[in-house]
């Protein structure tokens, strides 16, 4: 089955980089049309969508947040990877990492994981 | 960007209809094809796919669940409401890149 977990550094101070980590199973991202996504969610907000890696190495980024986003990704250990420089509180946030499917639509989502800025 | 607009409360009694908007700022459809998507999430969980390309139910959904629509106008379908049904529900669209999301549904029970 399809799985996907999020770690990351829990709390980190402004203006340090955010490093986060999606590793999954049960899909291959060197699969023809498969994708991984990351959104983030500050609490008691809404879903804010950042930046998507497709199985061709094709990237895109949320352009409110384009010059400070990098999204990779390690085929061979079913890992993708974001970070996000120059953090500040704005950025606290729980950020989840979703599969992308041929639709395209997050069909599957790891459970999230929070992230805290703050000095 | 594609804006998509949510109303963001909505009461309804247990065992009613529930219907849920989401406008769009310009059309999500390519021929006819929907790129309009919905999301449940409940308190404190990750959202889960409920519905994709606007009216295939997603695997393992109940079929009280359905969704319509096309172009710019979409809509969730809830009937019958059930209390397992309280959450917030979210639309998002694949049209363009950003791959945006409504602010979200709150569903709330009467």
């Known amino acids: 089955q399809v799985t996907l977990k999020e770690s990351g550094p829990g709390i980190l101070q402004p203006s340090q980089t955010l490093s986060l980590t999606c590793t999954f199973s049960g899909f291959s991202l060197s699969t023809y049309g498969m994708g991984v996504g990351w959104i983030r969610q500050p609490s008691g907000k809404g879903l804010e969508w950042l930046a998507n890696i497709w199985w061709d190495d094709d990237k895109y980024y949320n352009p409110s947040l384009k010059n400070r986003l990098t999204i990779s990704k390690d085929t061979s250990n079913n890992q993708a990877f974001l970070k996000i420089t120059n953090v500040d509180t704005a950025d606290t946030a729980t950020y989840y990492c979703?599969?992308?499917?041929?639709?395209?639509?997050?069909?599957?989502w790891g459970q999230g994981v929070m992230v805290t800025v703050s000095s | 960007d594609i804006v998509l607009t949510q109303s963001p409360v909505l009461a309804v009694s247990l065992g009613q209809r529930a219907t849920i908007s989401c406008r769009a700022s310009q059309s999500v459809s390519i021929s006819s094809i929907n790129l309009m998507h919905w999301y449940q999430q409940k308190p404190g969980q990750q959202p889960k796919l409920l519905i994709y390309r606007a009216s295939n139910l997603a695997s393992g959904i109940p079929a009280r669940f359905s969704g319509s629509g096309s172009g710019t106008d979409f809509t969730l379908t809830i009937d019958p409401v059930q209390a397992d049904d309280i959450a917030a529900y979210y639309c998002q669209q694949s049209r363009e890149s950003p791959f945006t999301f409504g602010s979200g549904t709150k569903l709330e029970i009467k």
């Open positions: 979703a599969r992308i499917d041929g639709v395209p639509s997050f069909d599957y």
